[in-house]
């Protein structure tokens, strides 16, 4: 049976992008089952700017989380990882950073039910979002953002990648954070990005 796989994510974020793409191949070849769940880094930030109901780009960044929120209430998670590909491809691949334009289209690429866009553009929804967004954040701490990934009962923010590995790379990279996580005593091993994400 397939080991569970919890994956946090923001829409926005271009690392959670390719993190996301990388655990894909991940599933590929371990014995995973990823389960998509969404953060916001509108929460986590909301202490530094303004509310998105004060300004209108902030309000356009909520846009894809909520819709992301709407659609696991509506249709569950596996529309919510369906969903998550097609908004990102638009947003990171096609570069539409029109946010409410980007939610719109993947939300018609879906098919289930561009009335949601109406959700997504309200607070309707936005306990649920933040409880899944609490749930992610919790295993990590708030210093840290998107992406969060948890495994056999322990959690790390990360890995961040900026280019997405197949095949057997991927299955290393995986087994080596899932490694270095399941010790209780370590925290971080990092070093300065030299280049950006890279989706294809």
Excluded at 56 to 79: C, D, F
Aim: aromatic letters at 12%.
């Amino acid at each position: 049976m397939a080991e569970r796989v919890d994956f946090w994510f923001d829409p926005l974020c271009p690392f959670a992008w390719v993190t996301s793409r990388w655990i894909l191949e991940v599933e590929k070849i371990r014995d995973i089952e990823v389960h998509w769940n969404v953060m916001s880094l509108g929460v986590l930030n909301e202490h530094k700017n303004p509310s998105p109901e004060e300004d209108s780009e902030q309000r356009s960044r909520w846009i894809p989380s909520r819709a992301a929120t709407a659609v696991k209430l509506k249709y569950g998670e596996e529309k919510v990882g369906e969903f998550y590909t097609a908004v990102g491809t638009e947003i990171h691949n096609n570069g539409n950073k029109e946010f409410e334009s980007a939610t719109l289209n993947a939300l018609r690429e879906l098919g289930p039910d561009e009335e949601l866009i109406y959700e997504a553009k309200s607070d309707t929804n936005d306990a649920a979002m933040r409880a899944s967004h609490e749930e992610g954040i919790s295993l990590v701490g708030q210093d840290v953002g998107t992406p969060v990934v948890a495994f056999r009962g322990t959690a790390f923010f990360g890995p961040v990648i900026t280019r997405i590995p197949t095949g057997e790379e991927a299955g290393q990279i995986f087994d080596g954070a899932v490694a270095l996580a399941s010790y209780p005593y370590f925290f971080e091993l990092k070093r300065s990005r030299t280049e950006f994400p890279q989706f294809d």
